[in-house]
């Protein structure tokens, strides 16, 4: 989904013309990430939550050339924990996309005389 689709589906739902529900949207994601550029947390009751996290320096190895160590320093990050109620409703996905077992074809085995 896109934000186009976003503004799209909450216009049909509210019968709010498109421009002014990309105004409301655009604003809604400005201030959310201000407030992670800030290093604060957004929680969302029933979505999840938004927090910047420090990652720590560490060493790369380019895999084309192992013999030369990459530092990696420190950076910022924003991580997503999702909210009960929607890692409940993504978890019902895990039966639909689980694959079929497949019939395990006889193998004859050797018999032992």
């Known amino acids: ?51 910047v996290k420090l990652r720590k320096a560490r060493v790369g190895r380019n895999p084309n050339a192992p013999e030369n160590d990459v530092r990696i320093p420190p950076r ?11 890692r409940a409703e993504v978890l019902k996905l895990s039966d639909k996309l689980t694959p079929e077992p497949t019939k395990a074809t006889p193998t004859s085995e050797p018999s032992s005389h």
């Open 1 to 51: 989904m896109t934000k186009r689709d976003l503004v799209v589906r909450i216009s049909n739902d509210t019968g709010m013309i498109q421009q002014d529900v990309l105004a409301i949207v655009q604003r809604a994601l400005d201030i959310l990430s201000e407030s992670l550029a800030l290093g604060q947390t957004v929680e969302l009751r029933n979505f999840g939550v938004f927090e």
């Open 76 to 86: 910022a990050v924003v991580k997503f924990k999702p909210g009960k109620q929607l």
